[in-house]
T-cell receptor, first 111, second 116 residues
């Protein structure tokens, strides 16, 4: 079992439909990252958070440390948001600095 | 433009070939990484270089050989690969080794490798 689990694996949405991607992890963490991977392969960092909530444009990321869970929301998604979204956590303690990655969620947004 | 450039973007090679992947970063970072991404699997860390010294080698087969001649360049030399080595190989860099800080990773666009 992977230390980081994402759901759903695939997500299809209509343009403008609010979507949520979930991430659960089983290790102690110092930070959680949400990454976006476009079809060409390149990965960009969307958020790094260790508590609470962050917002950037139409993207919102939340984390609940006690429940070891994070969500990525996209309000009013656009077809250009179609990509793979990857959750990654940075370990702490004995696993300090190690990054654990989820398998990713493929989001497809239709016009 | 992420500041991390990988070449080539695509590579097809036979099992007896020798080829190299190249990564260059223009961000002044001190740590560089090779990751392997196979279909439906999480990213797998292969190698880490910090200040041009290899600090991590995650049980990678010897048919993969990294080289870091300076802090801006990273190579992955490939020889006698197997078809199961076909994957997307991603290079990344960070200001400091992620074991020492929360420096974000900056990824290149990857090299899509197919071994026939």
């Amino acid at each position: 079992k992977n230390e980081v689990e994402q759901s759903p694996q695939n997500l299809t949405a209509q343009e403008g439909e609010f979507i949520t991607i979930n991430c659960s992890y089983s290790v102690g963490i110092s930070a959680l990252h949400w990454l976006q991977q476009h079809p060409g392969g390149g990965i960009v960092s969307l958020f790094m958070l260790s508590s609470g909530k962050k917002k950037h444009g139409r993207l919102i990321a939340t984390i609940n440390i006690q429940e070891k869970h994070s969500s990525l929301h996209i309000t009013a998604p656009h077809p250009r948001d179609s990509a793979v979204y990857i959750c990654a956590v940075r370990g702490r303690g004995s696993t300090l600095g190690r990054l654990y990655f989820g398998r990713g969620t493929q989001l497809t947004v239709w016009p | 433009e992420t500041g991390v450039t990988q070449t080539p973007r695509h590579l097809v090679m036979g099992m007896t070939n020798k080829k190299s992947l190249k990564c260059e970063q223009h961000l002044g970072h001190n740590a560089m990484y090779w990751y392997k991404q196979s279909a439906k699997k999480p990213l797998e860390l292969m190698f880490v270089y910090s200040l041009e010294e290899r600090v991590e080698n995650n049980s990678v087969p010897s048919r993969f050989s990294p080289e870091c001649p300076n802090s801006s360049h990273l190579f992955l030399h490939l020889h006698t690969l197997q078809p199961e080595d076909s994957a997307l190989y991603l290079c990344a860099s960070s200001q400091r080794h992620i074991a020492l800080s929360n420096s974000p990773l900056h990824f290149g666009n990857g090299t899509r490798l197919t071994v026939t």
